[in-house]
């Protein structure tokens, strides 16, 4: 980010730098914590005050790192110029005159020969466009464009009517008509975009120059399949010769033994050593193999739950059982149908007699290689293998590796950081049977049990800056506090009386006071006067609450409407995710770690979901299409019960549902806070087994 910004640019550069820099780093702060790894590393303290310094240390350079890797998106750098000018009008910014001799000053302007200049690059464009990809950069300059003649129609304006929506009569959706314009001219959805620009006024030829603008331009598909704009060609490399490939894992067997004694599992059985003769020609990096060993002689306590407690090299993050999975998906993809056999049966046998031997580790959360990570290492095989057999047929595989940059750019990837798969958790490096040595990257998912969402609706603000107020977290609690306080006084006296009572509903009421550490009346009292929380919010339901059960009608009235207002919430908020572009957008974005549809989509991923392949064969199976864009735009969602996330392909045709969703508030009419979950839908998870027997098992 830097460079671009203070590589050559025009005077005044210096200073909108840092005004970048200031603006950028929250965002920056904001994406990195967003990385589940990064939460859990950052805020474990099992290891004590020397971990914690480390973890900060590894966060502040995956801070320095985003500023200097991390896209700026065309919106954000919009927002930061407009505040930029803002402030330099206010005089909150002053341009000083640069002190570098070779630079120009404002007595000696450097002026630039007209003949160079480029109206749609000059002044602060030219910092825009130094700090942007080419993507971005011709999403300004389309903007820009907008502005001037291309989108000038006489006293219309142009980008208004682009911006505006229009039903899709093909989806009976809302659309943008700039959307609709870059559909097929034979679809509904285009021609009600046209007609839209008609009927403001448009000329044809007007409108023909905002088709070229509107319509997306086809990227060229790779060897592996994938349509985008990374790099997934390799490098001539001989993987299996790398030094990656073959360096030991370290520390050495003699200092992990030594450092693992108040972490090692109980002995008999002795601890677990893989035979030589499993593997003799391993295709994939061999300190994984020593890996497994140490994760199998572990306990999952302290540091036995971190990865950098077994090797010194750069690793995963999460449950290190989750890990231990991904290692032996990892390498079972590269064995033959023997060799991972042989594997999975020693892993199991030691297994079995640990357990035997050990009555108190029968729990699976006390191991950390156990019989359901084993399960799910050969079914996520079968179906990355299936996978590879349709899309690839009679192709080998060269190699297999983790997702680290030193095992990934060992097959052959170009600069890791940029053109890595945002959820990828294993590559694959494949010589398909025309020679051709192209790389396969894979999300792994235990089962179909998987949980895409586990947050709060507090985000819906940051989805959508114009959030409604009957979606508003912040709101909610507000008019719910304002509400427990207005009952609250007018039963005050109905509430004094109970207490003084042995009633049970009194009983219950003294139970949740004593609990919370606060009376009634202090907790009315704070909580009128702006120092509430969710205790004393708890404590004021509770006395509306058991006077309610004593049959006191205001009372009664109350809870009914502290319900109905919870489940308003719930419902809008339901019907918000797909009805509001930019929720929907946010969603779709929030959940693409768990489920990336678009890298799916697009060719960059596929998904091993338990024995499942979700790759664009599946994909269109299912969705009778795989691309993503369109998919998108026919997600709907269902209140229920349960609520949940769907997909219809055609107006009044069958709602195929993809994910469960749960809005709730933690603590109804008292909480405040509202809980955000997504989690695979059931009946989408038999779709798709059928969808993978339909496909492969003709294979």
Request: hydrophobic share 30%.
């Amino acid at each position: 980010m830097f460079a671009a910004v203070g590589g050559g640019l025009a005077h005044g550069a210096t200073a909108f730098a840092k005004h970048v820099a200031i603006e950028f780093v929250p965002h920056v702060v904001g994406e990195t914590l967003l990385m589940g790894g990064t939460r859990a590393a950052l805020f474990a303290d099992e290891g004590g005050d020397a971990e914690t310094d480390l973890n900060f240390q590894k966060f502040g350079e995956m801070i320095a790192d985003g500023l200097e890797n991390m896209e700026i998106s065309p919106e954000q750098m919009e927002a930061m110029v407009d505040s930029y000018e803002e402030k330099k009008k206010s005089g909150e910014i002053k341009i000083e005159p640069d002190t570098d001799q070779n630079q120009p000053t404002e007595e000696t302007p450097k002026e630039k020969p007209k003949e160079e200049e480029d109206p749609l690059e000059k002044d602060l464009d030219a910092i825009k466009f130094g700090m942007m990809t080419g993507a971005e950069k011709e999403a300004y300059l389309k903007k820009k464009r907008r502005s001037e003649s291309i989108y000038e129609a006489g006293d219309i304006d142009v980008q208004s009517v682009l911006d505006s929506r229009i039903l899709n009569p093909d989806t009976n959706r809302q659309i943008k008509v700039s959307t609709g314009l870059g559909y097929d001219k034979a679809s509904g959805g285009y021609q009600a975009a046209k007609a839209k620009m008609v009927d403001s006024g448009i000329s044809d030829d007007e409108i023909e120059k905002v088709e070229k603008e509107e319509t997306p331009k086809v990227q060229n598909k790779q060897d592996n399949g994938y349509i985008g704009s990374k790099d997934k060609t390799l490098s001539n490399i001989d993987t299996l010769k790398s030094e990656e490939f073959n360096k030991p894992l370290t520390p050495n067997d003699d200092e992990f033994n030594k450092k693992n004694q108040k972490f090692a599992n109980p002995i008999p059985p002795e601890p677990y050593k893989l035979s030589d003769d499993i593997v003799s020609n391993p295709k994939f990096p061999k300190k994984y193999l020593t890996a497994l060993e140490r994760m199998m002689n572990t306990l999952p306590t302290g540091d036995g739950t971190k990865w950098f407690h077994y090797s010194d090299s750069p690793g995963g993050a999460g449950q290190i059982s989750a890990q231990a999975g991904e290692l032996m998906t990892m390498i079972g993809a590269s064995m033959t149908d023997d060799e991972f056999k042989k594997l999975t049966n020693s892993l199991l046998e030691h297994e079995s007699a640990l357990v035997k031997n050990n009555p108190k580790l029968k729990n699976e959360n006390s191991r950390i290689i156990t019989k359901s990570w084993i399960t799910a290492a050969q079914n996520n095989r079968t179906a990355i293998l299936n996978n590879l057999k349709n899309e690839f047929p009679n192709s080998e595989i060269i190699a297999t590796a983790w997702d680290t940059k030193d095992d990934v750019e060992s097959l052959g990837m170009k600069d890791y950081k940029k053109n890595k798969g945002f959820s990828t958790d294993m590559y694959i490096k494949v010589k398909t049977k025309d020679g051709k040595e192209i790389l396969k990257e894979v999300s792994l998912k235990k089962s179909t049990l998987v949980n895409f969402l586990n947050s709060g609706a507090g985000m819906f603000s940051e989805w959508d800056s114009d959030l409604p107020d009957d979606i508003n977290q912040n709101i909610y609690r507000d008019t719910q506090r304002n509400s427990l306080v207005e009952t609250g006084n007018k039963l005050k006296k109905s509430v004094n009386d109970l207490l003084k009572s042995n009633s049970p509903q009194a009983i219950e009421l003294k139970k949740v006071i004593e609990s919370k550490g606060i009376d009634f009346a202090k907790a009315l009292e704070d909580t009128q006067n702006g120092n509430g929380s969710r205790g004393k919010s708890k404590v004021i339901l509770e006395a509306i609450k058991q006077l309610a059960n004593a049959g006191n009608k205001d009372a009664e009235a109350h809870i009914r409407a502290a319900d109905t207002n919870h489940r308003k919430f719930q419902e809008k908020a339901i019907r918000a995710i797909t009805e509001n572009p930019k929720m929907k957008e946010g969603m779709l974005k929030e959940i693409r770690s768990e489920f990336p549809l678009k890298a799916v989509s697009d060719g960059e991923e596929t998904m091993a979901i338990g024995e499942n392949s979700l790759d664009r064969s599946v994909m269109k199976k299912i969705f009778g299409t795989d691309k993503y864009d369109e998919i998108k735009e026919k997600l709907e969602a269902h209140t229920g019960p349960p609520p949940y996330l769907g997909y219809r392909a055609d107006v009044g045709g069958e709602v195929i549902p993809l994910a469960q969703i749960n809005i709730r508030e933690d603590g109804v009419g008292y909480g405040g806070q509202i809980k955000f979950e997504m989690l695979l839908d059931k009946r989408f998870a038999k779709i798709l087994k059928q969808a993978n027997i339909d496909i492969y098992s003709k294979k």
